[in-house]
């Protein structure tokens, strides 16, 4: 999704953490959306009675997460269960881009936020090619993404990633920044792939990266940062204007 003629969109990668609130954590939502970006990224993993959290790591206190129930969030405020976290999303009007940490819950995901989230933007993407080929089935009416592999992101070749993204069904790819070569991005548009780009912390490549129409989505874990340089490839315009509200509802609706 791009806002501003081909300025690309800002995701905050776990929410805005700048500050001191906790990765994936309700506040981290609330400061991302009160300061403007367009999405916050967030991690879904599942618990052994089946709640379904905000988190990113596999275990909590040494202990994984397959074998915690929802009992052991009240140790944990910062950890959020899905159905609390996109209720408050929903309410705060910010865009959603969640990630399947693994598959198998892709339909209790997919219910809870179109619930919750009264209509946001919602964009989806994996590791998993299965749970992303899940998701594609469906969700037919939102974009899901392909995350490339994190092992060695340089070795990927362009074909292999086309090949991939379109085994799993998936409308767009999202790219290690590492990946983000011209041949790797032409080869994409040449298929009609979209491209979300993470994590992406270095000025340089924010403005790279979102002054390439090819490139849809910025997921940084400084959106601070990433806000100010859009703002002054946009002639100061920023997301709490009525211009760039207008903007994105457009956006929204092609």
């Known amino acids: 999704m791009q806002l501003l ?4 969109a800002i995701a905050a990668h776990r929410g805005w953490h700048q500050d001191g609130a906790p990765e994936n954590s309700i506040a981290a939502l609330e400061r991302a959306a009160g300061n403007g970006v367009d999405f916050v990224e967030m991690d879904t993993r599942r618990l052994a009675d089946g709640t379904i959290v905000i988190h990113h790591d596999t275990t909590l206190d040494g202990v994984a997460l397959g074998e915690l ?5 009240a140790a944990h405020p910062e950890v959020a269960t899905l159905d609390d976290w996109s209720r408050r999303a929903g309410e705060l009007g910010v865009g959603v881009l969640a990630e399947l940490k693994e598959p ?12 919750n989230l009264r209509g946001n933007r919602l964009d989806l993407f994996s590791f998993d090619a299965s749970a992303a080929r899940a998701m594609s089935r469906l969700a037919p009416d939102h974009a899901v993404g392909l995350l490339t592999d994190v092992g060695r992101p340089e070795a990927a070749t362009a074909a292999s990633i086309v090949d991939a993204a379109r085994g799993a069904g998936a409308s767009f790819v999202g790219l290690n920044v590492r990946q983000t070569t011209e041949p790797i991005l032409a080869a994409l548009d040449a298929a009609g792939l ?4 993470w994590t992406v912390d270095r000025p340089a490549d924010i403005a790279r990266l979102l002054a390439d129409r090819r490139v849809s989505t910025v997921i940084s874990d400084v959106p601070r940062q990433a806000l100010a340089i859009r703002s002054t490839m946009t002639g100061g315009l920023h997301e709490a204007s ?4 207008l903007l994105r509802a457009a956006a929204t609706m092609r």
């Not at 198998?104 to 619930?115: F, M």
């Not at 979209?194 to 780009?197: E, I, L, N, Q, R």
């Not at 009525?242 to 509200?245: E, I, P, T």
């Open 69 to 73: 129930d929802r009992s052991a969030l």
């Open 194 to 197: 979209g491209a979300a780009v």
């Open 104 to 115: 198998g819950y892709e339909r209790e995901v997919l219910d809870t936020l179109r619930t």
């Open 5 to 8: 003629g081909n300025i690309g």
């Open 242 to 245: 009525g211009a760039v509200r």
